[in-house]
């Protein structure tokens, strides 16, 4: 069974930051692309960044300059880390990935979630 596991979520002073991770386990074959979304209290889930395999990298307008989403393919963990942070960073932040387990079914994973909190 696949499974994202997030850490690093916390409480954090505007202008601080955070460095989240995310780690896929279980019978996996491979992993394509991974990413982090995030959602506030009454609104929509949103893609913050996304990373291919090839290291190819997509951000939200929101978050150009201030995070960087990185990956470890040997390790299978995809990295968050955020910068410069306002309280409008504030949200339940999403782990996502799309993953070929050993049984070669291609499916997409979400992780649990892990708060953060930007705030004075």
């Known amino acids: 069974q696949v499974q994202l596991v997030e850490s690093g979520g916390g409480l954090v002073q505007p202008g601080g930051s955070l460095r989240l991770s995310c780690a896929a386990s279980?019978?996996?074959?491979?992993?394509?692309?991974m990413g982090w979304y995030r959602q506030a209290p009454g609104k929509q889930r949103e893609l913050v960044a996304a990373?291919?395999?090839?290291?190819?990298?997509n951000y939200a307008d929101s978050v150009k300059g201030r995070f960087t989403i990185s990956r470890d393919n040997a390790k299978n963990t995809v990295y968050l880390q955020m910068n410069s942070l306002k309280p409008e960073d504030t949200a339940g932040y999403y782990c996502?990935?799309?993953?070929?387990?050993?049984?070669?079914?291609?499916?997409?994973?979400w992780g649990q979630g892990t708060q953060v909190t930007v705030s004075s």
């Open positions: 996502n990935a799309d993953i070929t387990a050993a049984t070669l079914a291609l499916l997409n994973y």
């Open positions: 279980g019978s996996i074959f491979n992993i394509d692309t």
């Open positions: 990373i291919t395999t090839g290291g190819n990298r």
